[in-house]
């Protein structure tokens, strides 16, 4: 009986790795990317909230399988994080008062994607991909020595336009994309006052791709 138990179990394993693709033929590759996040989609109260500026610094990081010759999918995600201070508005026109009370956002979008490359088996390979998720977005506050929290997930969708150069297991690439997440906030505070309520926008990212060559 153990005797005919390991005879299955070995011929289970050749036909698994008959059917299944060699590890050198399959086109896997990880992507590391980092670089700079504007939260166009809520522009006046991100500058309002963050002094000025509506972004910073992002990183994320995404896996993809090549399905065919041109089209792959894959998951991904990315990071943002930014503090700043709550603010008083009294109209979308008016003056902003900052408070001084320490206000941190941050974003974490985590996504499918579905994407096409043009001239596959080229040095430069430009790209397109679309996706959707959920992302993460929390507030933290702090006022008089008492901190609140507030964490909600929101559907979430992105298009991405790129193009990675090399042909090796290492790849680099430049991407720029566009991200919506509506209906985050506006509920109240200056996003309500500016009539924002979603916290995507435009990110561009440098890319370190490793994987399978082509």
């Given at each position: 009986m153990?005797h005919?138990?390991r005879?299955?179990t070995g011929?289970a394993?050749l ?10 033929s399959a086109d896997i590759s ?12 809520a522009?006046?109260s991100?500058k309002?909230?963050f ?10 990081a995404?896996?993809?399988l090549g399905?065919g010759?041109?089209f792959?999918v894959?998951?991904g995600?990315?990071y ?10 009294a109209?979308a026109?008016g003056p902003v008062?900052?408070?001084?009370h320490?206000l ?8 499918g994607?579905l ?25 933290e506050?702090t006022?008089g020595g008492?901190?609140?929290?507030l964490?909600?997930s929101?559907?979430?969708g ?9 042909r090796?297991?290492?790849r680099?690439?430049?991407?720029a994309n566009?991200?919506t997440?509506p209906?985050?906030?506006g509920?109240g505070?200056v996003s309500?006052v500016?009539?924002e309520?979603d916290v995507g926008g435009f990110a561009?990212v ?6 399978s060559?082509?």
């Open positions: 153990r005919a138990a005879r299955a011929i394993a036909l698994a790795l008959g059917a299944a693709p060699s590890a050198s990880v992507a590391l990317d980092g670089g700079y996040f504007s939260m166009t989609n522009r006046n991100a309002a909230v002094g000025g500026s509506g972004g910073g610094p992002t990183v994320g995404s896996v993809v399905v010759r041109s792959f894959g998951a995600g990315r943002f994080q930014k503090t700043g201070e709550r603010v008083f508005v109209d026109n008062f900052r408070l001084g320490p941190k956002v941050r974003t974490v979008p985590v996504y994607l994407g096409f490359r043009y001239s596959p088996d080229a040095t430069l390979v430009p790209y397109v991909s679309v996706g959707a998720g959920v992302t993460s977005y929390r507030e506050s006022v008492i901190t609140e929290t964490t909600q929101k559907f979430s992105q298009v991405a336009l790129g193009a990675d150069y090399g090796g297991p290492v680099f690439g430049l991407e566009y991200s997440v209906n985050t906030i509920l505070g309500k500016y009539g309520s561009i440098a890319r370190v791709v490793l994987g060559s082509r």
